[in-house]
């Protein structure tokens, strides 16, 4: 078996909301909820869900910008949230990498491209400005964007273009894990594809681990090892991706797939077997009881209201729904 | 018939851009030319006063007391903007005048925006603990009477030239930290920010690289309209007594000298505060155009 | 068949900049029928939401401007209504849905006043006729509790709620196109779903045609009956949406489909098109695919192929295909 690069053992976020003067605290926005997965050297794992159900929270955890409330992030075995700060200068931050969904945001508007991309290289080590340029010219050329263009700023780039532009930097210290959170989905259809490719000839040339946070899951198929599915803060289906896609277990799987198929007006068996679910993710201020898809779940039951359920193997799947007791 | 129609549409609305167009681009330039020559004559003037001005701007004679300019009847041509209620040249004064409301509201500036920008750069990135200090010290220093602290230290420390400028920097940086923080503060928010610390960037790298080079475009701005108040501060301080000793004239002291007289002498006030008001808005016309020129978005175009 | 609703016809509109004038729509024909659903599919830049505004006339003047072409509404010929006129025709006749629905909502008005204000605006009517006319908008997008709604602010809504006011607004004086530019651009996959059905439904009460722009295949796959694939200015080719899918003609529109990422399929590579579309400002001489087609030809490099038509609702601009 693979090296396990980063575990998440029973990640948890709460937001306190507070109301009046004295910021009294009256409840919790319950945005992660006990949730556990683990991603292997060289493979990917994408984290599902629709807005609002956490997965957002989940990568800016990993990337020590957002605090745990409780659980653990274990990085190469060591616990993340018990490094020193030293030790995450040192020993974290260059092997861990970030590509955000809006290339147009994530650039420092008055910085040059080559400053863009060096700037974890000026930052972590300690180079003369000009063996930085050059190493900058060869990651820019690694990702198809053309040296001319170092000197330029990111305005002056399409988004095809910044978000290569991004991938650049994110290589820059040769990191072992880049988080993409929402990669190619700011970018147009033709563009995508390409990008999409540019992440996988980059994979098996790097050995890379990929951490994709996506909505959309035929991105994320063409993507993925293994696949989480996230509902209102908590897991609800995690697993190898081909068995996910083959045999879908839980009913929110089932529909986030029916959702994303191409099905023709004219395929009348294609309509049949698609799946609208009625109503809206509820507010994680006030998650459901029992399981928390029953109030959009087709197949609940009264059990499912009252208890929660728990994670269970089914096949080569996790799955949390009371049909697989 | 319809082509005939969308043919006529097309050449007329071409012409109309066209216009449209060269007015623009006129515009544009003079926007940029008749600010930087104000001001740059301005400057020469406060410098080179002593070799400008026809006469002492202190003294004056008594019987030429309320002289209106040359160009009116019953000017002198001695005195092309005619004389104050002390028989003092008006042009002299004025010219004068350029040397201390510049220098006081440029040093004025100079001072509060340096405060402010590092305190709410600090507090806006800080945040938390940070923040709540820093605000609350800005919203005691934004409730505080101004003019009673400004004769406070008048009394302390004694009118005068460091005086003013002292009291008008008491005065103003607070409004720099409580708008500059509010910048830093989205921007700490924004992705590059994230995507900063992510990279392992310090906070001084932060505060430095990514905060504050996007921060100058607002502070610019302020800075321009902030010439104006400062030199109407000015005039404030000096006619209450506590501002730039009284025979050396600034222009603010001049605009209230000529208020008990605006409708026999109106020259009194309206020279001076015509050069206030072509200060300002040349500093707001070069705020706009360093703007612009200093956004790389927006230098292209 | 049904009438034909509204009919484009050559249709030209450019941007005047410093730069250069900016050939945004550039000679784009189609026509949606009654009932009928018409998709305007491309990227960013292509042109599709301009287009949309030309039909409204709302393009931001005097820097954008429709230089040819014909509009023609049930007869009418829009581009030749003064400015009162087409206020009249706006909301009533043709109204529009934007991808945003918080920025497309009134923070600081009730839904109901709001879905009332454009009824008020075309419709001469008495204050309860009016409120009555409020609630069948919001009971058309099939909104719960319509009366609670109606009284209750933006804020006070989920997120596919207010799209669903938005739509309502829309919808409020029965007209008779709807064009919805990029609506379930920023809904969740399971809200889509939602909203497309919704699409469906009200299509089939009302019978109003509907031209739906978007980027997505997979939503144009869903709703539209014909559509119509838009690069760099023009549509490159019109075809039924089943025909568009199964047998697509033009080299832009097979690239396209082939590199949208399918669930039923897993390949190892998706195929790719290579390079970025054109500057409108600097646009190709020949074909504007050229650039990046891989069957291209030396005739595509010097002239712009025509618009051909095959068989009864299709038709392509490619030399290859004859």
């Known amino acids: ?111 040059r491209i080559r400053d863009v991309v060096g700037e974890p290289i000026f930052v972590n080590t300690k180079q003369t400005k000009k063996t930085v340029y050059t190493e900058v010219g060869k990651l820019l050329d690694q990702v198809g964007i053309d040296t001319d263009g170092m000197t330029r700023y990111p305005h002056e780039f399409s988004g095809g273009q910044r978000q290569r532009i991004a991938v650049a930097r994110a290589l820059a210290l040769n990191p072992t894990l880049l988080i993409l959170d929402e990669p190619v989905s700011a970018l147009d259809v033709s563009i995508r594809a390409q990008i999409m490719n540019l992440f996988k000839d980059l994979q098996s040339k790097f050995d890379l681990s990929y951490i994709v946070i996506a909505h959309n899951l035929a991105t994320v198929r063409y993507m993925s090892h293994s696949v989480a599915i996230m509902y209102l803060g908590q897991l609800v289906e995690y697993g190898d991706s081909e068995a996910l896609f083959e045999r879908p277990l839980h009913p929110y799987t089932r529909a986030l797939i029916s959702a994303s198929q191409l099905t ?9 077997q698609q799946i609208i679910l009625t109503g809206e993710m509820p507010s994680p201020l006030n998650p459901p009881s029992g399981c928390r898809f029953h109030t959009r779940c087709t197949e609940a039951s009264d059990k499912c209201s009252k208890d929660v359920p728990e994670m269970r193997k089914v096949g080569k799947q996790m799955v949390k729904c009371h049909h697989y007791d | 018939m319809l082509n005939t129609i969308t043919t006529t549409a097309k050449t007329k609305k071409k012409k109309q851009y066209r216009g449209i167009s060269r007015a623009t681009r006129v515009m544009r330039n003079l926007a940029l030319w008749i600010p930087t020559v104000v001001m740059a004559f301005m400057i020469v003037l406060a410098i080179f006063s002593p070799w400008i001005a026809p006469h002492d701007p202190t003294v004056g004679k008594i019987t030429d007391r309320y002289l209106p300019p040359a160009f009116m009847e019953g000017g002198k041509t001695d005195y092309l903007l005619g004389t104050d209620q002390l028989g003092r040249d008006i042009l002299s004064r004025l010219i004068y005048g ?204 | 068949m049904s009438n034909i609703v509204l009919q484009v016809e050559d249709l030209h509109t450019s941007f005047f900049t410093r730069a250069g004038e900016v050939k945004a729509v550039d000679g784009v024909s189609f026509y949606v029928r009654e009932g009928e659903t018409f998709g305007i599919v491309g990227e960013s830049g292509c042109g599709k939401s301009v287009t949309g505004l030309s039909i409204l006339r709302l393009l931001p ?115 008779r196109l709807l064009i919805a530019d990029e609506p379930t651009t920023a809904l969740d996959a399971t809200i889509q779903a939602q909203y497309i059905a919704l699409f469906e439904d009200i299509q089939e009460k009302t019978n109003v045609a509907i031209i739906f722009i978007t980027h997505d295949f997979g939503v144009v796959a869903r709703i539209c009956d014909r559509v119509g694939v838009m690069y760099a200015g023009k549509i490159v080719e019109t075809a039924s949406t089943r025909d568009i899918f199964k047998n697509p003609k033009h080299p832009y529109t097979k690239a396209l489909i082939q590199s949208v990422p399918q669930l039923d399929k897993k390949d190892e590579r998706l195929f790719s098109i290579e390079g970025q579309p054109p500057s409108l400002l600097r646009l190709p001489k020949g074909c504007r695919f050229y650039p990046r087609c891989t069957v291209s030809m030396d005739i595509c490099k010097e002239q712009e192929p025509p618009e051909v038509k095959i068989g009864e609702n299709r038709s392509v601009s490619c030399w290859r295909v004859k």
């Open chain 1, 1 to 111: 078996m693979a090296k396990v690069i980063l575990e998440a053992r029973d990640v948890v976020k709460h937001y306190p909301v507070t109301k009046g003067l004295l910021q009294r605290t009256v409840g919790w926005v319950r945005a992660v909820d006990g949730v556990s997965f683990s991603v292997e050297q060289g493979k990917t794992l994408s984290i599902v869900g629709e807005s609002g159900a956490g997965k957002t929270t989940v990568a800016r955890q990993i990337l020590l910008l957002e605090k745990l409330t409780s659980g653990s992030i274990l990085f190469e075995g060591t616990d993340l949230y018990k490094m020193s700060p030293a030790q995450v200068k040192d020993d974290y931050r260059p092997k861990v990498h970030y590509v955000q969904q809006n290339p147009w945001s994530s650039m420092n508007p008055r910085m």
């Open chain 1, 264 to 272: 023709l007006p004219e395929d009348s068996e294609g309509k049949a």
């Open chain 2, 98 to 301: 350029a040397r201390i409301s510049l220098s006081v509201s440029l040093l004025a500036i100079a001072i509060t925006a340096s405060i402010g920008t590092v305190l709410g750069i600090i507090a806006g990135y800080g945040g938390g603990r940070t923040d709540a200090i820093v605000m609350r010290v800005v919203d005691v220093a934004l409730s505080f009477p101004g003019l009673l602290l400004a004769m406070l230290l008048a009394v302390a420390i004694g009118p005068g030239f460091w005086t003013v400028v002292f009291a008008l920097s008491l005065l103003g940086w607070a409004g720099y930290a409580r708008m500059i923080r509010g910048e830093a503060m989205r921007l700490s928010q924004s992705d590059f920010v994230a995507q900063a610390r992510v990279n392992g960037a310090s906070g001084w790298r932060i505060m430095t690289r990514h905060i504050f080079p996007n921060i100058i475009n607002s502070l610019i701005v302020l800075m321009t309209l902030q010439v104006g108040m400062m030199i109407l501060a000015e005039a404030a301080l000096s006619y209450l007594g506590i501002g730039i000793s009284v025979p050396t004239p600034s222009w603010g002291s001049m605009v209230s000298d000529g208020r008990a007289n605006l409708d026999n002498a109106w020259w009194i006030s309206a020279f001076p505060g015509a050069a206030i008001g072509l200060v300002v808005l040349s500093g707001n016309f070069l705020g706009d155009w360093i703007r612009d020129k200093l956004d790389p978005r927006l230098r292209q175009l």
């Open chain 3, 61 to 175: 003047e005097p820097a954008g401007q429709v230089v040819g072409g014909k509009i023609i509404m049930e007869g009418k010929s829009l581009l030749e209504l003064n400015p009162k006129q087409m206020r009249a025709y706006r909301g009533k006749m043709i109204s529009m849905i934007l991808q945003d629905p918080m920025s497309s909502l009134n923070p600081v008005y009730t839904i109901g006043d709001q879905i009332g204000e454009s009824v008020r605006l075309h419709q001469d009517l008495p204050e309860n006729m009016v409120e009555a006319e409020v609630i069948d908008a919001l009971r058309l997008l099939r909104i719960p509790s319509p009366e609670m709604r109606a009284r209750e602010y933006p804020f006070q809504l989920s997120g596919g709620m207010r799209q669903r006011a938005v739509g309502a607004i829309a919808m409020s004086c029965r007209p």
